[in-house]
């Protein structure tokens, strides 16, 4: 029994000093973007002979929303004569194959739909064989509920002149903030994941994400790396690896503005963080070995461990508690431990988004007045909580096609939008 409750306080102590390290990192991002020098190498980029561009648009029952991205996308500036968009409708069951067809009707140079019936289903499935269309020397991708500005393509393709550069991301902003307490929470934890955390981490040269949405990639860069796997949940994530791994470049954007429709209700968060954690858990378990092994820089490679590491931390906090409270009813004296560990444990995982991040966030977008809404994030945060630890227990079963590859479903958030509004 003694060997027990000293093994527990051991265990305490590590997963107190892992929270701690993730507390310092919210903390030095904060200050980093707060008061250190702020990179956007490329923002300035206005005049150029523009490359031709591919536009993928994996969708999958997406009629509430189609029309709009491909509205938005025709009214961009980028020259047209260099522009070509592929609407990737994957097995859709409701509108989205005839609304897509009668926009390549209206505009049959630019907008060139791909129709998807069999195969490996899922949206990096639809990339792949949208990739294998593709024309250009660079390919954007956009979720289908994403409503991109006139300018955006031209500032997501500028990075790709520097030729190191072989993924670009840019910001993503809640276009429906105001509708409930959860999209306000959420639209709170989007500033503070891009506008200080992604910021701080191309401020700092480290290892800046790849979201899968709003973002590019070098068609050399994407062959170098074999592709899009179809066997994850988080293809951007695991493409973020592999390029990085791989000597590439990846450049965030901040001013690069997408506007995105998150969840209104908390059940479709749930499923979206579960989604997110399983994958991203995927990743970390595919990618660790060989972060720890690759010749990236030391404090990349740190920055590299923290990320793949972002959706264990809740797990680790549970059992932190868990044995805090063995160790107390067992006459341990942890009381300092335990109040380090309220301390880390309030500083890191809330939502995802660590409390004095989204603080510095609404004061950088000069809207002080959100940060009243801060102690709610303490139930975003127990909420996610639960998300991600149950996604630490789901097994998802997986079949194989014929040709060995692990077949992965569809997993779309809800969408609400009215598509007989104008665009948004």
């Known amino acids: 029994m003694t060997f027990f409750i000293e093994a527990s306080f051991w265990l305490l102590v590590a997963i107190v000093g892992v929270l701690m390290v993730y507390t310092i990192r919210h903390y030095t991002f904060t200050a980093n973007r707060l008061f250190g020098r702020q990179r956007h190498p490329y923002v300035d980029v206005r005049v150029a002979k523009w490359p031709r561009i ?11 929303v189609i029309g709009h991205i491909l ?66 020397e660079i390919l954007i991708v956009f979720d289908a509920d994403y409503v ?8 997501l393709v500028a990075p790709f002149f520097d ?32 506008q200080v955390d992604q910021q701080a981490r191309m401020n700092m040269r480290l290892v800046p994400q790849y979201g899968g949405t709003v973002g590019g990639v070098r068609m050399t860069a994407l062959d ?13 994530t695991d493409l973020t690896y592999r ?90 004296a942890v009381n300092t431990w335990i109040a380090v560990l309220v301390i880390a444990s309030f500083s890191t995982v809330g939502n995802f988004a660590a409390f004095f991040e989204v603080a510095a966030a609404a004061r950088l977008d000069g809207h002080n007045r959100r940060v009243r809404l801060l102690p709610f994030l303490l139930f975003g945060f127990f909420v996610s909580q639960v998300a991600v630890v149950r996604s630490i227990f789901t097994f998802r079963r997986r079949t194989r096609d014929s040709n060995g590859d692990h077949e992965v479903k569809w997993h779309k958030t809800q969408r609400y939008r009215d598509p007989e509004c104008g665009l948004p």
């Open 163 to 194: 030729p190191q550069v072989g993924a670009v991301m840019g910001r993503v902003v809640p276009l429906n903030a105001g509708t409930n307490l959860l999209t306000r929470m959420l639209d709170l934890e989007r500033s503070a994941g891009y």
């Open 243 to 332: 390029l990085v791994l791989c000597g590439w470049d990846i450049v965030y954007q901040n001013r690069s503005e997408c506007y995105e429709e998150v969840p209104e209700q908390w059940p479709v968060r749930i499923r979206q963080i579960s989604r997110w954690a399983e994958g991203h858990n995927q990743a970390l378990r595919d990618h660790a070995g060989a972060v720890l092994r690759g010749d990236l820089r030391g404090r990349q490679r740190i920055d590299a461990l923290l990320l793949l590491g972002v959706y264990v931390v809740p797990g680790l906090t549970l059992l932190g508690w868990m044995l805090a409270l063995v160790l107390w009813y067992a006459g341990h």
């Open 54 to 64: 591919t536009v993928l648009v994996p969708a999958h029952n997406e009629e509430r």
């Open 71 to 136: 509205d938005a996308l025709v009214a961009g500036d980028y020259p047209h004569e260099s522009l070509t968009i592929i609407p990737v409708n994957d097995r859709s069951t409701d509108g989205t194959r005839e609304i897509v067809d009668a926009y390549a009707a209206r505009y049959p140079a630019l907008i060139q739909p791909l129709h998807r019936s069999g195969g490996i289903a899922g949206k990096a499935a639809a990339l792949r064989e949208g990739s294998e269309k593709a024309t250009g």
């Open 148 to 155: 991109p500005g006139a300018g955006l393509l031209r500032q």
């Open 224 to 236: 170098s790396v074999e592709g899009w796997r179809v066997d994850t949940l988080t293809e951007d």
